[in-house]
């Protein structure tokens, strides 16, 4: 069994900055691809950032230049800098990862999620 489990997410002011992470555990053999999204109330899940495990990163076009995305393999763990944040940005932010398990299988895996938002 694995589990993602993000953190981070808090209330900040517009311009502001925060730090998200997310740990995975349990079954981890090896991890591939992780990244973040987020979804605001009413809205799809949108894309904010990936990275593989040669480091190669992409992001979503309303948080280029702002956010960054980072891993560090030997804590199964990623993380989302997120500069000059605007309320556009509130929304519950996930964890997502593509994990090769000790039972011998590939798979995604979701977080539950942690609130950021943004308002003065």
């Known amino acids: 069994q694995v589990q993602l489990v993000e953190s981070g997410g808090d209330l900040v002011q517009p311009g502001g900055s925060l730090r998200l992470s997310c740990v995975a555990s349990g079954s981890v053999f090896s991890i591939n691809k992780m990244g973040w999204y987020r979804q605001a109330p009413g809205k799809q899940r949108d894309l904010v950032a990936t990275?593989?495990?040669?480091?190669?990163?992409n992001y979503g076009e309303s948080v280029k230049g702002r956010f960054t995305i980072s891993r560090d393999d030997a804590k199964n763990t990623i993380y989302l800098q997120m500069t000059n944040l605007v309320p556009e940005d509130t929304a519950v932010y996930l964890c997502k990862a593509h994990i090769f398990t000790h039972e011998g299988a590939w798979d995604d895996y979701w977080g539950q999620g942690t609130q950021v938002t943004v308002t003065s």
């Open positions: 990275i593989t495990p040669a480091m190669i990163t």
